[in-house]
């Protein structure tokens, strides 16, 4: 499933230190707004309750309601604001509030907001510093104020149409503030980044016994002290390996040299049915030990790639099957050169064949060249393998029969070692049940899969 949250450290770095700053950025509008708000309320009620309170005590009853014009005051019969007007609730109730603690009392209180008609009338009576002050708000705020039995007092002043201003300020505030600090944090992840990416190429193309140069030590503190730690672990692990072949060649020599004195001395039985059991005896635990030092080394091997002719690889092994009177057969192909090493290959095809032959009475061998890969087919016409077990087979020194007999198994490292093999040249070994039909008594497909670029 595809996601939209980077994978890289520093794409995180950037991506969280945005969130941050436009989340703090929302916070400061926010504050920002409703401060501006309290300041266009404080304003607003202010000036009005001022002028309110003057005209209340300068009234001696001689105000007529059809009086007019009170420089920004008026004073009106009827309410002069029509019904679908758009109001401001917020000052309606801080006025009133205002007004009832001076103690005058009023009726209603309508405001309306409206954008500036330069066709008013009323402009002609606006000095030019005025007119310039509405027309650059671009909106009015109109106060009436219900004076019960004396008429509407009527207030006006300018009002913001919008917001827009205040809103452009912050956007160029938030990017401003995104180049200031991102363009560090960016610069610091990558210089963070970058010694990471090499450590973990500098891992991934690790290979036990190659002489390879210790990675650089470069970047923060930390991240050095993990290169260093790496550059370490992998000098720790080299020496752990080298001793490990040393201690695998000193067992090596050390049980063939008793299995080879057993070999001589059994030439001194005289049962000849018994010498040929203690030979073949002999035999598979040459055979077992092969198997185990191959499996153990095969970390380091001694053998170089080289370019190698699969379908003759394979045919060469089929024919030593042949040669010995095994029912294996080959289905020519044509020329298939692969990067591999061949003595390696050759044991984990001959492992598969050898099973087949052991368990499904024979082999029948093909080349399946595909997309970018190409397929080594290993069938017989045995019983097949329970499918809970197709993958605890592969496991080392794992029989499925369990009688012991070197007729009928071995080991248990044939299929372990083989799989070894083609995973250290980037394929796979699967299995996989046929299917009985008329046609088809079934069996297995042992197949191994190789890339066509290794």
């Given at each position: 499933m595809m996601t939209l949250w980077p994978r890289s450290l520093?794409?995180?770095?950037?991506?969280?230190?945005?969130?941050?700053?436009?989340?703090?950025?929302?916070?400061?509008?926010a504050m920002i707004y409703q401060g501006r708000h309290q300041i266009l309320l404080q304003q607003t009620v202010g000036p009005a309750l001022t002028r309110i309170i003057d005209v209340e005590e300068q009234s001696t009853g001689r105000d007529r309601p059809d009086e007019m014009?009170?420089?920004?005051?008026?004073?009106?019969?009827?309410?002069?604001?029509?019904?679908?007007?758009?109001?401001?609730?917020?000052?309606?109730?801080?006025l009133r509030a205002a007004l009832a603690d001076s103690g005058i009392a009023v009726g209603q209180i309508v405001t309306q907001i409206r954008p500036i008609d330069p066709r008013d009338p009323r402009w002609q009576h606006f000095g030019r510093r005025r007119a310039e002050r509405y027309a650059r708000f671009g909106a009015e705020l109109?106060?009436?104020?219900?004076?019960?039995?004396?008429?509407?007092?009527?207030?006006?002043?300018?009002?913001?149409?919008?917001?827009?201003?205040?809103?452009?300020?912050?956007?160029?505030?938030?990017?401003?503030?995104?180049?200031?600090?991102?363009?560090?944090?960016?610069?610091?992840?990558?210089?963070?980044?970058?010694?990471?990416q090499s450590l973990a190429g500098a891992a991934r193309r690790f290979t036990p016994g190659e002489l390879q140069p210790p990675l650089e030590e470069r970047g923060p503190q930390d991240v050095r002290a993990v290169i260093t730690a790496f550059n370490a672990l992998r000098l720790r692990v080299t020496a752990?390996?080298?001793?490990?072949?040393?201690?695998?060649?000193?067992?090596?020599?050390?049980?063939?040299?008793?299995?080879?004195?057993?070999?001589?001395?059994?030439e001194s039985v005289e049962d000849e049915d018994d010498r040929a059991r203690m030979a073949d005896t002999i035999d598979e635990m040459n055979r077992t030990l092969d198997d185990i030092l191959s499996l153990a080394r095969l970390g380091r091997p001694s053998e170089d790639k080289t370019d190698v002719d699969l379908a003759a690889l394979v045919d060469a092994v089929v024919e030593d099957f042949i040669a010995i009177g095994s029912p294996v057969t080959f289905?020519?192909?044509?020329?298939?050169?692969?990067?591999?090493?061949?003595?390696?290959?050759?044991?984990?095809?001959?492992?598969?064949?050898?099973?087949?032959?052991?368990?499904?009475?024979?082999?029948?061998?093909?080349?399946?060249?595909?997309?970018?890969?190409?397929?080594?087919?290993?069938?017989?016409?045995?019983?097949?393998?329970?499918?809970?077990?197709l993958e605890t087979v592969f496991d080392a020194f794992t029989r499925l029969e369990t009688s012991r007999n070197r007729e009928t198994g071995g080991a248990g490292l044939g299929l372990a070692l083989a799989r070894a093999i083609v995973r250290e040249a980037g394929g796979e070994v699967t299995l996989i049940n046929r299917p009985s039909n008329e046609d088809n008594s079934g069996g297995l497909d042992a197949t191994i899969t190789l890339p066509r670029q290794a």
């Open positions: 520093s794409s995180q770095m950037a991506v969280l230190v945005a969130i941050a700053l436009f989340v703090a950025q929302a916070i400061n509008f014009h009170r420089g920004r005051l008026r004073i009106v019969p009827t309410n002069p604001i029509p019904p679908d007007h758009v109001a401001r609730h917020d000052i309606e109730q801080a109109i106060i009436a104020v219900e004076r019960p039995g004396r008429g509407w007092l009527v207030l006006s002043g300018p009002w913001p149409r919008s917001d827009g201003p205040l809103i452009w300020q912050l956007i160029a505030q938030t990017l401003i503030l995104y180049g200031i600090v991102l363009l560090p944090v960016l610069w610091a992840a990558r210089r963070i980044s970058e010694p990471l752990m390996l080298d001793e490990k072949d040393r201690m695998l060649g000193a067992i090596g020599h050390d049980l063939r040299t008793p299995l080879a004195a057993l070999r001589v001395r059994i289905v020519e192909t044509g020329r298939l050169t692969l990067p591999l090493r061949p003595s390696l290959m050759r044991r984990a095809i001959r492992n598969l064949i050898e099973n087949a032959v052991k368990y499904g009475g024979g082999a029948e061998v093909r080349l399946v060249p595909g997309n970018g890969q190409v397929a080594i087919i290993v069938a017989d016409h045995g019983p097949g393998i329970p499918t809970d077990k």
